[in-house]
């Protein structure tokens, strides 16, 4: 497989519902790494992946709206746990509707995964991927 990986980062505030959080249930901020990688079998006609400048692009296009935001106040959000892995698949899922839109300079069907990578610290990660085609 072939891979391009873009990076980006998000401040946010949110909160956690239930007992196993312990203290993150309430109120605190966070600072997300946040990796886009899209894998693929071949490459196109130009020898890419996608375009690493427009895979930039995508990925600051879906985080912008969640960047410096509280995301208990968005109704995106209303009742859900943000946690890294939820918040992974939100993230791949925009990401994805991107690739369908042609916005990556490929065919999202020629694309075979995406994986969306949060990292929380050093020392935590989580991740969403799934395939595109």
């Known amino acids: 497989m072939f891979a391009v990986e ?3 980062h998000i401040m946010v505030a949110h909160s956690f519902r239930g007992e196993i959080f312990g203290p993150a249930q309430r109120m605190h901020g966070a600072t997300f790494v946040v990796d886009a990688a899209f894998l693929t079998r071949d490459l196109d006609a130009a020898g890419l992946v996608v375009d690493i400048g427009r895979a930039i692009t995508v990925l ?8 410096y935001r509280n995301l208990d106040e ?3 959000f209303a009742g859900k746990n943000t946690t890294t892995e939820f918040l992974a ?3 791949h899922d925009r990401i994805a509707d991107g690739a369908r839109a042609g916005k990556l ?9 995406l ?15 799934a395939p595109l085609g």
């Open 74 to 76: 968005m109704p995106d």
């Open 89 to 91: 698949r939100y993230i």
């Open 115 to 129: 994986r969306v990578t949060l990292s929380e610290s050093h020392v935590a990660r989580g991740w969403y991927e």
């Open 60 to 67: 600051r296009e879906v985080l912008e709206p969640l960047n």
């Open 105 to 113: 300079g490929r065919p999202a069907s020629e694309i075979d995964i």
């Open 6 to 8: 873009v990076r980006d």
